[in-house]
Nanobody, 126 residues
Framework: QVQLKESGGGLVQAGGSLRLSCAAS????????MGWFRQAPGKEREFVAT????????YYTDSVKGRFTISRDNAKNTVNLQMNSLKPEDTAVYYC???????????????????WGQGTQVTVSS
């Protein structure tokens, strides 16, 4: 069993930065691929970034490449998303996800993910 709790969301101006964190409970954290997804009002939840259990592989959606960086610390059971050069279109609720599939596979999942956090709001003003 894994429980996920996100933090770090907030309101920021376009061009600014935020760092999201996801704290995971459970002793098997380092066996899970982790990811960040987001859902804007009126839109479906979409993949943002995923990272393998060993942090050797990362994947990003095209719109955030070069701006966002996903990382994890297995000793602290945390996964982070550093978001730079934020744009108004990045506004969404951001969700942390954990799954025992590969990070590549998790990036393509839209249902059946093992665990979700409750989400944290990110608002980017223009």
């Amino acid at each position: 069993q894994v429980q996920l709790k996100e933090s770090g969301g907030g309101l920021v101006q376009a061009g600014g930065s935020l760092r999201l964190s996801c704290a995971a409970s459970g002793r098997t954290f380092n066996t899970y691929s982790m990811g960040w997804f987001r859902q804007a009002p009126g839109k479906e939840r979409e993949f943002v970034a995923t990272i393998s259990w060993s942090a050797s592989s990362t994947y990003y959606t095209d719109s955030v490449k070069g701006r966002f960086t996903i990382s994890r610390d297995n000793a602290k059971n945390t996964v982070n998303l550093q978001m730079n050069s934020l744009k108004p279109e990045d506004t969404a609720v951001y969700y942390c996800a954990a799954d025992q599939a590969t990070a590549y596979r998790l990036a393509k999942m839209r249902s059946g993910v093992d665990y979700w956090g409750q989400g944290t709001q990110v608002t980017v003003s223009s």
